[in-house]
C-alpha cells in the first residue's frame, strides 16, 4: 500500500505543496496586511521579497569572500530582513504616502510602478541573470529516512524543507503573538477593521503604517529566502511569479485576516502541487506546465463565490 | 541621399510602432480614462489579439494549427471578436468588486493568456512563436497572394514577380504606416463621439460618482462591462497591427508585461487620461523616447568602446535596457505625484463653453 501509492504521494507531491504553501502563506501575511491596514493591494510586494533574498545573497556572499565561513541562508535573512525594511519604509515614504488621501486607486498605480523600478534596479545591479543560491544537493535527511524505513513509511525529506517548515511554523507563532498580545499588533488589527474609529481612539495610525512595512517586508524576506533555499536558485522574476499565488492566498483566507493569509497559501501551495498527481490514470491530471494557473481559478472562483474569503475578511 | 533615406525609414517605424502604441492607450484610455476601471493585463489582450490573426492568416504550416490563410482583414476582425470576448468573461466577473480586484484578476489572466500560448504547442508552436505573419501592403509582393485574386486580376505572376522586382525593398513601409496612422485617426473619431454622446457622459457620471449614477437609475455594471470589452476590442485590434509589425510573434519575449502593459499605462498618465488626444499624445511621444534612449545608449556604449578599447562593455550592454526602465517608472511617479492630470487634461463635454474643468482623480 505505501510503495503503491503513498511513498510516491507523500515524497514528491504533498511534502513539496506544504513547502511550497509555507513560502505563500509568508508571503501573503505581508499581502493581506498591507491591504487591510492600507487599503491597497501591493504589487510591488514581490519585488520587496525577491531585493531581500539577494541582499541575503550578497551579504552571505560577502562574508565568504571575506572570511570564508559560509553562513546558513537563514543567518543571511537577518541582515536581509533590516534592508528590506528600509526598503519598505522608504518606499512608502517618497511613494506611497503622497497618495494616502488620494483616491486607493492612485497608490495601486504607484505600487505597480514601483514593481517595475525595484525589479529594473535589482537588475542593473545583479544583472538579469539566474544565480545560485545554495550549492550542492541536498540530500533527504538520512535519520528520519532510516526511522521511517523501519516502520516501512520511508520519507525522503531533505533538511532544507524541515528548515522551511519549521521556520514558518516559528514565525506564524510570533505573528500571532504579535497581534493577540502586543499593543502595536492590536493597534494593527483595529485599524484594519476602521481607521476611522482606531484614530478617534487615539492610535496612531502612521506608527501603526510603519509596524505594518516591518512585518510585511520581514516575513516577505523570510519567504524569499525560503523560495531561495527549497529552488537553490535566484532570478529577478521569482517575485512577480510569486505574485499571483500571493494575492489568491491573501483573497481565500480574506483580505486582512493574516491567519486567513496563512491558510490560504498553504491551500494554494498545496492544490498548485496535488493537481500534477496523477489522480485519473497514469497522466498527471493537471499538466505541472498549468500550475500558476491553478491559484488563479482559485482566486476566481473565490471572487465569484465569496469574496470576502472564507475568514470573511473585508470586501470593497 | 543613402543616409536620408535611412532617417526617412527610421521615422517611419517610430510613426508605425508607434501608432500601434497609441492605439493600445486608447483602449487603456476607454477603459480607465472613461470607466476608471483599472487593466494591467493589456499584454493579455494584445497577445490573444495577435495570436487570433497569426493564426488566421498566415500560411498553412506544419508548426501550428492552420495557417488558415483567411483575407488579413478577416483576421484583423477575429482578433477583436476574441480579445472583446475575453474581456466579456473577466468583465463579468470582476467588475462588480472594486478596481483592486480587477487590477489582480487582469494581471492574472495576462499570466494565464501566456501559459496557454507556451503550452499548448500543437496550436501555438509554444515558445519558439509563430513567423511569416502577413503584412498589410508587403503581404502583396508575397506569392499566395499575388497569384490569388484580386491581383490575379489585373496581372498574372511573372508580371507581378517583375513589377515587386522593380520597387524598392521598403516600398511597403510608407504604405503601412500610413494605414496605422488611418487606423490610429479612425479609432480616435469613433471615440471621441463615443465620449461626447451620452453614452461617454454617464461613463463619466458613473466614474466620478458610482452612487449617484446608480440612484440616478443608470446600469452601472453594464456600462462597466461595455466600456471594458469597448477597450480591449481596440488592444486586440493592436495586436493584430503588432504582428503584422513584428512578423514573429513568441509568448515571453513580444508579450513583456513590462514592455507592454507598464509601458501602456506610463503614455496614457503622461499623456493625459481621460483624453483622446492625450493618449495618442503619450503613445507616440513615449514610443519615441524609448525607441530614441536605445540609439542613445548604444551611442554611448560604441563611444566608450572607441576611446577605452579595453573596456568591457559587455554588462553594460545587458544591463542598460533594464536602466531604461528604471527611468521610464521614475517619470510615471514624477508625473503621477505632480501632475497627475497628465500633458493634456480631461475636458468634460457636458461643461458650458469650452473650459477644461479640472477632471479629479478617478477609481474607487
Known sequence: MWMDFGFEFVNFYLVPGLVLGCIYALGAVGITLTFGILRFANFAHGELMMTGTYLAWTFGAVVLATTGVVLHPLITAIPAMAGAVVLALLIDRYFYKPFRDAPTIMVVIASFGMMLIVRSAVQVIWGPNQIAFVRGIDKPNAAVREFTQSIDMMLLIPNKHFWIIGGTIVIVLLLHYLLEHTRIGKAMRAVSDSPDLARVTGINVEVVVRATWIVGGMSAVMAGVFLAMDTQTLETTMGFRMLLPMFAAAILGGIGRPFGAVFGGLVIGLAEELVAYPWIGTEPLISPGYKTGVAFAIMVVMLIVRPSGIFKGRTF | ?364
Not at chain 2, 223 to 235: C, T
Open chain 2, 1 to 364: 541621399m543613402e543616409s536620408l533615406l535611412g532617417y526617412m525609414l527610421y521615422v517611419m517605424s517610430l510613426l508605425t510602432a508607434g501608432g500601434i502604441y497609441a492605439l493600445l492607450a486608447l483602449g487603456l484610455n476607454a477603459q480607465w480614462g472613461f470607466a476608471g476601471l483599472f487593466n494591467v493585463g493589456i499584454a493579455g489582450f494584445v497577445a490573444i489579439g495577435a495570436y487570433t490573426y497569426a493564426l488566421l492568416t498566415t500560411a498553412v504550416s506544419p508548426l501550428h494549427l492552420g495557417g488558415f490563410e483567411l483575407p488579413l482583414i478577416a483576421g484583423m476582425i477575429a482578433a477583436m471578436i476574441t480579445s472583446g470576448l475575453v474581456a466579456a468573461i473577466i468583465g463579468v466577473i470582476c467588475i462588480r468588486l472594486r478596481s483592486d480586484y480587477l487590477a489582480i484578476a487582469t494581471i492574472g489572466i495576462a499570466e494565464i493568456i501566456k501559459l496557454v500560448l507556451k503550452n499548448e504547442t500543437e496550436i501555438t508552436n509554444g515558445p519558439r512563436g509563430i513567423n511569416k505573419i502577413p503584412r498589410v501592403w508587403e503581404h502583396f509582393s508575397e506569392e499566395r497572394f499575388y497569384s490569388s485574386w484580386p491581383l490575379s486580376w489585373i496581372s498574372d505572376v511573372p508580371g507581378w514577380e517583375a513589377f515587386f522586382a522593380a520597387l524598392p525593398r521598403w516600398w511597403w513601409q510608407p504604405f503601412f504606416a500610413l494605414t496605422i496612422l488611418l487606423c490610429v485617426y479612425v479609432v480616435y473619431l469613433l471615440l471621441e463621439r463615443a465620449r461626447k454622446s451620452p453614452w461617454g457622459r454617464m461613463m463619466t457620471a458613473i466614474r466620478e460618482n458610482e452612487h449617484a449614477a446608480r440612484a440616478a437609475g443608470k446600469d452601472v455594471t453594464g456600462r462597466r462591462i461595455e466600456a471594458f470589452i469597448l477597450g480591449a476590442v481596440i488592444m486586440g485590434f493592436a495586436g493584430a497591427l503588432l504582428s503584422m509589425h513584428l512578423r514573429l510573434i513568441d509568448p515571453t519575449n513580444t508579450f513583456d508585461p513590462a514592455k507592454m502593459t507598464f509601458l501602456v499605462w506610463v503614455m496614457l498618465i503622461v499623456g493625459g487620461s481621460g483624453n483622446n488626444k492625450g493618449a495618442i499624445l503619450g503613445g507616440f511621444l513615449i514610443w519615441t523616447l524609448w525607441s530614441a534612449s536605445e540609439l542613445l545608449i548604444n551611442g554611448t556604449i560604441n563611444l566608450i568602446t572607441t576611446y577605452i578599447e579595453t573596456a568591457d562593455v559587455g554588462i553594460l550592454r545587458t544591463r542598460a535596457g533594464f536602466l531604461r526602465m528604471l527611468l521610464i517608472g521614475l517619470v510615471l511617479q514624477v508625473i503621477l505625484q505632480r501632475n497627475p492630470q497628465g500633458i493634456l487634461p480631461e475636458s468634460r463635454p457636458a461643461a458650458t463653453g469650452n473650459t477644461s474643468h479640472k477632471a479629479g482623480v478617478k477609481g474607487d
